[in-house]
């Protein structure tokens, strides 16, 4: 669902300039974000093999810090990669535990889009949790 992917995708570029130590500047992240949404749902629709979409995130993401931030070459892609395995973690703990602890089948989430936006949406408040966080610990080290 795009709707759904917009604050998602937000998240991983927030996690990915905390962790490139790039400021927060939301004129940048939102549009970024909104646009990763996008580009993930264009490449979900195509008849492309099951995680194609993941490495064009983390390509597109990659050239987006790499020339909007202005980083390094090694530290746009550590930052793509960490943000967007971040996500993925972040689904996998919120979805199980979330799953076991309403007793509901996790197949019966992914058919109804209504179940599926309240099962994932930790995962997005996790991404900018952990973006904050990272933030933070930067400023008081440096």
């Not at 492309?48 to 931030?69: A, E, N, Q, R």
């Amino acid at each position: 669902m795009l709707f759904q992917g917009i604050p998602e995708e937000i998240g991983i570029v927030t996690l990915a300039y905390a962790i490139a130590g790039i400021p927060f500047r939301w004129k940048e992240l939102i549009p970024m974000g909104t646009l990763l949404a996008l580009i993930a749902y264009v490449v979900r629709a195509q008849s492309l093999p099951f995680g194609t979409h993941t490495i064009v995130l983390i390509f597109v993401l990659f050239i987006f810090i790499t020339l909007i931030g202005k980083k390094d070459v090694s530290i746009a892609l550590i930052a793509s990669i960490i943000s967007i395995m971040s996500i993925i973690v972040f689904e996998v703990i919120s979805v199980s535990l979330l799953t076991s602890f309403l007793k509901v089948p996790s197949e019966t989430i992914f058919i109804d889009p209504i179940k599926r936006i309240v099962f994932t949406e930790p995962q997005v408040i996790l991404l900018f949790l952990t973006a904050f966080i990272i933030r933070r610990k930067r400023k008081t080290h440096d």
